[in-house]
């Protein structure tokens, strides 16, 4: 059955059965703006569709209840749907990435020489763990440290990472350059709550690489275990 006209007044069956909890009629149905049909041709479409397995009645002179193959047609109609169409934009709570993103670079900030930062794609939000970055920096590295809180509060690290295409099963690594000073920096891609975001490792050039490395490694390794 592929009538645009039967296919239609299955849908709209099917939608005010779903809103009413009870069997549609033709005289119900007559009462809608959205059809134009007489009652007559109602009761005939109506038929027709209990004809072809899609609805049926309950008793004698019900409405009708949309059978399991007429609600499996209605979804195959819809399935081409656009979902924000439907249900407009769907918005999780970016508060909970927020406080998963700075539980993770507290975390990872314990274990690693450095500074730890995260940061979620297209959102103002950032966490900045510096403690370990100033408790261990070489006295010919403070000036370095110094400048590596500021391009990461100035969000330049942001900037600087947001665009790159990333893949969150792999652990990356770059030397920001300037005219004085080199940060060395490891990160991956990570999904927070429903939100991509970037946790980062930076330092100046003097510093435990192999440890940094293999912390975020072993992290990324069991945060996507975890979070498929």
């Known amino acids: ?53 899609l609805v049926y009645q309950p008793y004698n002179s019900s409405g009708r209840i949309p059978t399991v193959q007429g609600l499996s047609l209605y979804l195959e109609d819809h399935m081409g749907d656009n979902a924000e169409e439907v249900i407009g934009e769907l918005a999780f709570d970016v508060n ?41 920096a070489q006295l010919t590295d403070m000036d370095t440290t110094k400048y590596i809180v500021q391009y990461i509060e100035d969000k330049k690290l942001v900037s600087a990472l947001d665009s790159k295409l990333l893949k969150k099963d792999k652990v990356y690594y770059t030397f920001i350059e300037s005219e004085e000073y080199i940060i060395s920096t490891i990160y991956a891609k990570i999904n927070v709550n429903g939100y991509d975001g970037v946790v980062a490792i930076l330092w100046p050039t003097r510093t435990n690489y192999k440890q940094n490395l293999a912390v975020l490694k072993k992290f990324l390794a069991k945060f996507n275990a975890m979070n498929g």
């Not at 009629?25 to 134009?36: A, P, Q, V, Y």
């Open 96 to 136: 909970y990435a927020r406080q998963g993103l700075r539980y993770i670079v507290e975390t990872l900030g314990k274990v690693v020489d450095g500074a730890v930062v995260g940061f979620l794609k297209n959102d103002e939000y950032y966490f900045l763990g510096i403690n370990n970055l100033l408790q261990n």
């Open 1 to 53: 059955m592929a009538e645009d006209k039967l296919l239609n007044l299955l849908g709209v069956v099917i939608d005010n059965y779903i809103n009413k909890g009870d069997p549609i009629g033709s005289k119900f149905l007559h009462t809608l703006d959205t059809l134009e049909y007489a009652p007559s041709t109602l009761r005939k479409y109506l038929n027709l569709l209990e004809k072809e397995g």
